[in-house]
Structures are given as structure tokens and as C-alpha cells.
């Protein structure tokens, strides 16, 4: 049985080979057809400017500017740990005792309390 | 040399499978007979994907069109069916451009990385009874992982393509996925719980009543949740034409911009798919258990027809609201449903871990009225505060300056 779970795995990296096969069996094609001059292949300096409706571009895209949702990101860290908890608890929870519910209860009120916080801190607002 | 599969093997389930490997395994190795049978689903699965997302492209656009009061394309072959094929042509046959001070590497990375993620989500999909390549243990988790490649890839477009609208639609859309994730994951817990396994599979078998009836607050948050993942309208502020041109997209042309829409749309049927595996009973349908595919697709079907329908009625959200929707409407909602489902499993099971089919009735019943109160009361908790009291114009005078009408 345990050969068999490798196996299935196994069948996964197949797959992931030719997954990630066919996307760049389409681009090697694309550059063969511009080789074969089917594709028309003939880059100028205005055709390679970034797009800006026509005027040029006044600094880099990678200027600093203000993200905004560092916030939601952090909060985004948090429950997604929490989550990652749950889930092997809900696989087994049909087979276990009450001790179990109260445990994730407390758990999950924890951070059901921070998130509430964060709710009247008004950190949930975009732009804060 | 012959190659038998124990009849206690989990590959041993797969019809396909096993016959590909004993018919492969007469006049070829095992472990080649092995990777060809491997081969075999995934030419399936490819197939089913790429030509699923041509087939969407047409069917959106007909039905956007119906929907709008005109024709949509019907120009190539019968109803327009041809008409992806002549868009494909088409964008193969474009130049390819990449702007002056893009990233070379990670810009050519990305419509691969598009795309694949997407490709490998299917792996572990039932599409007929005991038919998937891999029934894993822990199918959702591998769902929700391989699922997340997708924002990546979306930000290194972003980043990448040298252009200041590709870098604020990649900003936008990781704002959107990263708020979007949690709700969806926590709607897969009621289904994992009242399944009792992560395996894609069992939760079909356990589906003696589909779940969209059984936690119907689940399969909302999880279509809401869904359609803001694939930056779908009303949630398709990342590539909102009349504000940042496409959005990450904008420098993308030729074979690369075909990959990026391939995922785009593929990305719709991929996930109908999965919604109708975890809560619309995937495979099992009446009659016989070899028409299962086709229950599933038209499972899929109806899912996909939702995501067009969704697109065609509701108008586009602004990033707060997008926002807010997530974090204090379907956040608590998931959380309801986690709360409500955990209890009523507490109550209902059988000494021996069972839920029957009078089990699930119940919870049915007790959840839709769950679903009607929690959304009438958090809905109006995020109810915008709108005043329409008539603002007079006011005059301000401003000096130096003539007087300004200021309304």
C-alpha cells in the first residue's frame, strides 16, 4: 500500500512534466514560426516603449509607492496558519470526542477576538 | 512479461488506468507501461483543459451576447463554433513583443506559469467513478496549494513587464486573492468535515445529498469567493479596461497574451469543476455509473454557465468594497457555517462516526435557515450609509480667482 501512495505521486510528476510542457511546447512554437518568417518579427524602438497611452513614461513601474494592504496581508498570514490547523482537524473531527470541539473552540475564538479588534481598530477599512 | 496490478492497489479502482498498464505491461517493461498509462490520463486532462477553455471562450462571448441583446461571433463554422481556432491562428501569427527595461526571464516565465498550475489542479479531479490520475488523501490541500501558484505568477507579470498599470493591476490582484483565499478555504472545512476526508473522491461518495443543499452558506461564500479568485466580474478590478488598460496583462501580445487568456478561461471551467465536485455530487448521477462523465460535465456545465451569468449581471466593485465583501461579509460567514456545521456534526453523528441521509436532511434545513439569517444580518452590517439628501451648489470664493461653482 505504501509503494502504491509513492506511485500516485509519481503519475503527479508525470503530469507536472507535460503540464508545464505544453505552455512552452506553444512558445517554442510561436519563435519557430518567427524564424520560418510566417510571424512577422521586426521590434522598433516606439513598438518596444511600455504602454501609456501614447505619451512617454515618466520614471520606472518600480518606483515606491504605498502598497496599502500590508494589513490585510498580515491577517492573511494569520488565518491562513490557523486554517492549515483546521483542516487536519476536520478530516478526523466525525471520530472525536468533545474534548476536541472545546479545544479548536478556544482556538478559534482567540483569533476570532483579534480579528473583531482589528474590525473596531478599523483596520479593515482600505487606506488605513 | 506481463504487469498485474494488485487487486488491493488504489490504481487497481482506475478503469482506465488498469487496462492501459496490463495492455502497455504485455510487450513493455512495468515501469514503462507505468509511465505510459500516466501518459494517457494526462493527454486526457490536457486535452480536456485547453479545449475546455477554447470551448468557454465561445460559449462566454455567445452567451455575453445574448445576454447584452445582440449576436455575439458567429461568423466561423456553425454558431461560431470555430471562432477560437481563428483566434488562436490569429495570435499566432502576431508579433510578439517584449517592452524596452522588462524582465527578460521572469516576463517569457510567466504565461507557463499561468498555465501549468492550472493544468495540474485537474490531476486529482473524479471525473467518472474511481477515474482520477491520482485519488491523493489530501486532494483539497493539493487544490488550494497548486491553486496559489496562479497569484504568483499574476504579481511577476506585474512586476516584470516594465509598465506602471501592469505593476497596479498586480498589486490589486494580490489584494484580491490574499483576502479572497481565506473565505474559501474556511467554506472547504464543512465539506472536509462532513466528508471526513480531504480525498476528492470520497467526498463524491459521501454526497448521498449534494452539499450546495446540505451547507448552502458554504457553496455561496465559496462561488463568491471563487469568482474573486479568478478576477472575475464583479471582483475584476485587476484588469479594469476603463481605469489600468488590462491590468498585469497590458504588455503581453501574440502566443504569450493567447497562454495568459487560455488560463484565464480555463481557469473558469477548471474551478466549475471542482465546485461541482465538492458541492454538486460530481460523478454520481441516476442511471448508470458509466455515464458518470457525463453528470460531470453537465455539472460543470451549469457552474460555468453561473460564472457568465454572474459577469453579465453584476457591475464592477470598487477596491474598498471589494475589500470589505471579504473581510467582513464572507470572513464571518465562513466562520458561521465552520461554527454551525461543527456543531450540528457534534449532534447528529452516529456512535460509529456516521452521518446517514436523514443526517444530512436536517442539517439541510437547519443551515438554510443559518445561510437566510447570517447573510440578512451581516449584510447589513456592511451596508453602505448613503445619504440622499439633494446637496445645494454652493458658491466659494476663492482668492484671486473668480468665483467657483462647487458642487
Not at chain 1, 5 to 23: D, E, K, N
Not at chain 2, 364 to 386: D, H, P, Q, S, Y
Amino acid at each position: 500500500m505504501l509503494e502504491d501512495y509513492f506511485r500516485q505521486y509519481g503519475l503527479i510528476a508525470i503530469f507536472a512534466l507535460v503540464a508545464f510542457a505544453v505552455p512552452t511546447s506553444l512558445l517554442a512554437a510561436s519563435w519557430l514560426l518567427s524564424r520560418l518568417k510566417i510571424r512577422p518579427q521586426n521590434p522598433t524602438p516606439v513598438k518596444l516603449e511600455p504602454y501609456e497611452c501614447g505619451v512617454q513614461t515618466i520614471g520606472g513601474p518600480w518606483n515606491q509607492f504605498n502598497f496599502r494592504y500590508y494589513l490585510y496581508a498580515i491577517l492573511f498570514v494569520i488565518f491562513d496558519v490557523e486554517v492549515v490547523f483546521l483542516y487536519p482537524w476536520a478530516t478526523r473531527f466525525i471520530s472525536l470526542e468533545l474534548f476536541a470541539l472545546i479545544e479548536m473552540a478556544v482556538f478559534v475564538g482567540i483569533l476570532l477576538i483579534g480579528w473583531a479588534y482589528a474590525w473596531r481598530k478599523r483596520d479593515l477599512e482600505w487606506g488605513n | 512479461m506481463s504487469c498485474q496490478l494488485a487487486s488491493d492497489s488504489i490504481l487497481y479502482a482506475n478503469g482506465i488506468y488498469r487496462v492501459v498498464y496490463e495492455i502497455v505491461g504485455v510487450v513493455l517493461p512495468c515501469w514503462v507501461a507505468y509511465a505510459i498509462a500516466g501518459l494517457v490520463f494526462a493527454f486526457i486532462l490536457v486535452n480536456a483543459v485547453l479545449l475546455g477553455a477554447a470551448a468557454i471562450t465561445w460559449g462566454e462571448r455567445r452567451l455575453l451576447g445574448r445576454f447584452q441583446n445582440r449576436v455575439g461571433p458567429n461568423r466561423w463554422g456553425p454558431f461560431g463554433l470555430f471562432q477560437p481556432i481563428a483566434d488562436l491562428v490569429k495570435l499566432l501569427t502576431k508579433e510578439d513583443l517584449r517592452p524596452d527595461g522588462s524582465d527578460r526571464v521572469v516576463f517569457s516565465l510567466v504565461p507557463v506559469l499561468m498555465v501549468a498550475p492550472l493544468i495540474l489542479m485537474t490531476a486529482v479531479l473524479p471525473f467518472a467513478k474511481n477515474t482520477a490520475l491520482a485519488s491523493l488523501n489530501v486532494g483539497v490541500l493539493y487544490i488550494l496549494a497548486v491553486s496559489s501558484i496562479t497569484s504568483v505568477a499574476i504579481f511577476m507579470a506585474g512586476w516584470s513587464s516594465n509598465n506602471r498599470y501592469a505593476m497596479f493591476g498586480a498589486a490589486r490582484a494580490v489584494a484580491v486573492l490574499i483576502s479572497y483565499e481565506i473565505p474559501v478555504v474556511l467554506s472547504l472545512l464543512g465539506v472536509v468535515m462532513v466528508a471526513a476526508s480531504m480525498s476528492l473522491g470520497t467526498i463524491v461518495e459521501a454526497q448521498a445529498l449534494p452539499f450546495f443543499l446540505v451547507q448552502p452558506l458554504a457553496f455561496f461564500v465559496f462561488m463568491a469567493g471563487m469568482s474573486a479568485e479568478l478576477n472575475r466580474s464583479p471582483f475584476d478590478v485587476a484588469e479594469a479596461e476603463s481605469e489600468i488598460i488590462a491590468g498585469y496583462h497590458t504588455e503581453y501580445s501574440g502566443v504569450r497574451f493567447a497562454l495568459i487568456q487560455a488560463a484565464e478561461f480555463g481557469g473558469v471551467g477548471v474551478v466549475a469543476a471542482i465546485t461541482a465536485t465538492l458541492f454538486l455530487g460530481g460523478w454520481s448521477g441516476p442511471w448508470s455509473e458509466y455515464l458518470g462523465w457525463l453528470w460531470f460535465l453537465i455539472k460543470t456545465g451549469i457552474i460555468v454557465f453561473l460564472f457568465i451569468w454572474f459577469r453579465a449581471t453584476y457591475p464592477r466593485l470598487r477596491i474598498d468594497q471589494i475589500m470589505a465583501f471579504s473581510w467582513k461579509f464572507l470572513l464571518p460567514l465562513a466562520m458561521v457555517n465552520l461554527i454551525a456545521v461543527t456543531l450540528e456534526v457534534f449532534l447528529l453523528r452516529g456512535d460509529d462516526g456516521v452521518l446517514t441521509v436523514t443526517d444530512l436532511a436536517i442539517m439541510g434545513v437547519v443551515n438554510l435557515a443559518v445561510t437566510v439569517i447570517a447573510i440578512a444580518v451581516f449584510g447589513n452590517l456592511i451596508k453602505e450609509r448613503v445619504s440622499f439628501r439633494t446637496r445645494q451648489p454652493q458658491n466659494v470664493v476663492v482668492p484671486g480667482v473668480s468665483t467657483i461653482e462647487v458642487i
